[in-house]
């Protein structure tokens, strides 16, 4: 099973934080680096040094880095109009060297919307679904023609469809616990199918339901790949998986039953038993982004026993 750090930089982190952590993904083995895209912090935290952008992050530590996949869980369609972001996804992406992913979501945090003065539409989903054939459709586009689009949301008149990702085809996630639209979607447009803080019944439910999908639709279900993306703290002993539980303020009875929390031999047990009902990739939500240490250990002791 691959594994990847997820981090929330919404909850306070500087891009310096964020690079430390990139970083130490690349030095430590992990297959990916992906981040958030959100401008508010959520619970009861104070966010400093305040917000920053997914997508200038991931310019960033495109340069900065030189193996790791970069990417978003997800890229928030109210925030980009989606001409703009198949330009800005496929510059970080030439930028990176072809190692970019585009998790793309409909959006949800009202609030944060309501902060920084942007819109939030009702009909978000139907804009998500024009916005992925909008930006897949740029993508495709021959070099020297040109691509239009006459959709109720967005209208695209004669583009140039410029420029290109370095690796032809950026991978495209898409999420959600939605029972039929959200497969359609995944079905129809992605190469990974994520499945965001799930139990492993509801999990195993949602994967076959985009597996159907993809099949209606003309795909073999294994044509995606299936994650989940679960919060991680793991400890050397009870006493560390505590105090790293006490930091982030959540409980450990909470987070053994709803991520990946424990020795590391109980989460390679966990993450067994997700890759039983066919993940293949964890997303390893990290909240704790000072706490290299924590990266360090699950390389060391959980990862190395799963490659």
Request: charged fraction near 25%; aromatic fraction near 8%; glycine fraction near 10%.
């Amino acid at each position: 099973m691959d594994l990847r750090i997820f981090t929330e930089p919404q909850q306070g982190a500087s891009y310096d934080t964020l690079l430390k952590v990139a970083k130490a993904t690349e030095d430590l083995g992990f297959d990916a680096f992906f981040r958030s895209d959100h401008y508010l912090r959520m619970g009861n935290v104070d966010g400093l040094p305040g917000p920053t952008d997914a997508w200038i992050t991931l310019a960033g530590l495109a340069r900065e880095t030189k193996r790791i996949r970069l990417g978003t869980l997800m890229t928030a369609g109210t925030f980009r109009l989606p001409g703009v972001l198949a330009i800005q996804v496929a510059q970080v992406d030439q930028m990176s060297g072809g190692r970019v992913e585009l998790g793309l979501g409909a959006g949800w945090f009202e609030e944060e919307h309501k902060a920084y003065g942007i819109p939030f539409p009702k009909e978000k989903f139907a804009r998500l679904e024009e916005q992925l054939a909008i930006v897949t459709g740029l993508w495709a586009t021959e070099v020297g023609k040109e691509f239009s689009y006459d959709g109720t949301h967005y209208q695209l008149e004669k583009s140039p469809a410029l420029p290109k990702p370095a690796q032809g085809k950026v991978p495209v996630l898409i999420g959600g616990h939605g029972a039929t639209r959200t497969p359609r979607l995944a079905a129809q447009y992605a190469d990974e199918f994520n499945m965001p803080f799930a139990s492993l019944e509801d999990s195993e439910r949602q994967f076959g339901r985009v597996r159907a999908a993809a099949e209606a639709a003309g795909r073999k279900g294994e044509d995606l790949v299936y994650s989940n993306a679960l919060v991680a703290c793991v400890g050397k002993n009870d006493t560390e998986v505590a105090r790293r539980a006490a930091t982030i303020g959540r409980e450990v009875d909470e987070l053994k039953a709803n991520g990946l929390a424990g020795s590391p031999a109980e989460v390679v047990d966990k993450l067994g038993r997700y890759a039983a009902i066919g993940a293949s990739r964890a997303y390893l939500q990290i909240l704790d982004l000072d706490d290299l240490d924590h990266v360090e250990l699950i390389s060391a002791q959980v990862q190395s026993q799963l490659s």
